[in-house]
Nanobody
Framework: QVHLVESGGGLVQPGGSLRLSCAASGIIFSIYTMAWYRQAPGNQRELVASITDGERTVYSNFAKGRFTISRDNAKNTVYLQMSSLKPEDTAVYFC???????WGQGTQVTVSS
């Protein structure tokens, strides 16, 4: 059974940075595309970024230039480095095994002064 566990969320001031982690188990992690999504209250879940097994990355427009997705296959972990955070980045951030309904429990990111 696949498990995804996110961590690293928290409260940060505008302009600050956070690094999210997602640890995967139960899959051959290295062969899968992984993604980060987010969902703010009252909004639909939206894609933040994805990374293929070959480390090709795709970013949503709001993430370009501020967020960086990466992976460490030896640790079965995908990361999301977020910088220049804005209040509108406040959301629950979820890890996803691309193309599946496998999701982590999410980690809350709150950007506020």
């Amino acid at each position: 059974q696949v498990h995804l566990v996110e961590s690293g969320g928290g409260l940060v001031q505008p302009g600050g940075s956070l690094r999210l982690s997602c640890a995967a188990s139960g899959i051959i992690f290295s062969i899968y595309t992984m993604a980060w999504y987010r969902q703010a209250p009252g909004n639909q879940r939206e894609l933040v970024a994805s990374i293929t097994d070959g480390e090709r990355t795709v970013y949503s427009n709001f993430a370009k230039g501020r967020f960086t997705i990466s992976r460490d296959n030896a640790k079965n972990t995908v990361y999301l480095q977020m910088s220049s955070l804005k209040p509108e980045d406040t959301a629950v951030y979820f890890c996803n095994q691309w193309g599946t309904e496998v999701w982590g429990q999410g980690t809350q990111v709150t950007v506020s002064s």
